[in-house]
């Protein structure tokens, strides 16, 4: 039996993170600095250009206080999702 297929667009992790952010009113560039990252890494993400790495996802996680896989699951969903398609 087929498993049933999912009609809707893949989710990237940036369009979640994207709605974490705006919950606390945090701009891309303020990530950016409290991650210690490159402002163009996490707007890169938010645009659905940039996969969550697993540098990232350790970033991430510490910030939001969350697991790392949490943001590692969220990527390898959205590519298996496009894969699929």
Known sequence: MAAPTNKLPPI???ELLREDMEALGLSARALAEAL???HNRISAIL?????I???????LAA???T????WM????THDLKVAER
């Open 12 to 14: 990237h992790p940036g």
């Open 47 to 51: 645009k659905g250009q940039r996969a």
């Open 53 to 59: 790495t697993a540098d990232t996802a350790l970033r």
């Open 73 to 76: 699951n969220l990527q390898q």
């Open 63 to 65: 910030y939001f206080g």
């Open 36 to 38: 210690d990252v490159p």
């Open 67 to 70: 697991s790392p896989e949490v």
